[in-house]
């Protein structure tokens, strides 16, 4: 079976970096993406990954290795507005998206 | 860039009711559409697979005489929650692909409350 694991919930402190680990198990792979999504909003765009690395976009930065089926999402100097859920998400054989259950991320002052 | 709305953002109907969504690809076509599901403190759920001009492919468990698609255009697809019941009240997110494969953008969504 398709399968995206991360972890439920994270507590990070302002100003401090957080990484949110993403392991997958899907049939074909066309990318893995990070999201970020806010109490009762749509998702939102923050990565694309489909060949192994690290990209970095500003404060973020998405990593994957292919061969070991793992993702992390780096957020750097963190602000009180990344407060919000990260989903992963792995795009199959199919092109359909494939969703991990996301990661609450809790930030304190 | 690729821009896409949902009407209406929010609405609340009575049980036994039908509520009509609309999503729409505002500055690009969209030949595929999808449509989510998400239940509170739950990721979202895959509920259908719209193409445009052709009958909507819809995951297991999703009843597809309860949750029409239509995507009539290449800029609009529709879902009608039909006989609504207090347990569809959920956010419906569509989202649609865009040229390349891997590109999906994302509607605000629509909270449905069926009381």
């Known amino acids: 079976g398709q399968n995206i694991d991360q972890p439920t919930e994270m507590t990070a402190t302002e100003g401090a970096i957080v990484q949110i680990n993403c392991t997958y198990q899907?049939?074909?792979?066309?990318?893995l993406f990070w999201y970020q999504q806010h109490a009762g909003e749509a998702p939102t765009f923050l990565s694309y990954?489909?060949l192994d690395g690290l990209e970095e976009k500003g404060r973020f930065s998405s990593f994957l290795s292919r061969s070991k089926g793992y993702s992390y999402l780096l957020l750097k100097e963190l602000q009180m507005k990344d407060s919000a859920s990260y989903l992963c998400?792995?795009?199959?054989?199919?092109?359909?998206?494939?969703w991990g259950a996301g990661t609450k991320l809790i930030i304190k002052p | 860039g690729a821009v896409v709305s949902q009407h209406p953002s929010w609405v609340i109907c009575k049980s036994g009711t039908s509520v009509k969504i609309e999503c729409r690809s505002l500055?690009?076509?969209?030949?595929?559409m999808f449509w989510y599901r998400q239940f509170p403190k739950q990721s979202l759920m895959l509920m259908a697979t719209s193409n445009e001009g052709s009958k909507a492919t819809y995951e297991q468990g999703v009843e597809k005489d309860k949750f029409l698609i239509n995507h009539a255009s290449l800029t609009l697809s529709t879902l009608t929650v039909t006989s609504a019941h207090p347990e569809d009240s959920s956010f419906y997110i569509c989202?649609?692909?865009?040229?390349?494969?891997?590109?999906?953008?994302f509607g605000p969504g629509t909270r449905l409350t069926v009381t």
């Open positions: 998400a792995v795009m199959d054989s199919n092109y359909q998206l494939i």
């Open positions: 990954n489909v």
């Open positions: 500055d690009f076509q969209a030949t595929t």
């Open positions: 899907t049939s074909g792979f066309n990318g």
């Open positions: 989202s649609a692909r865009g040229l390349r494969d891997y590109e999906q953008y």
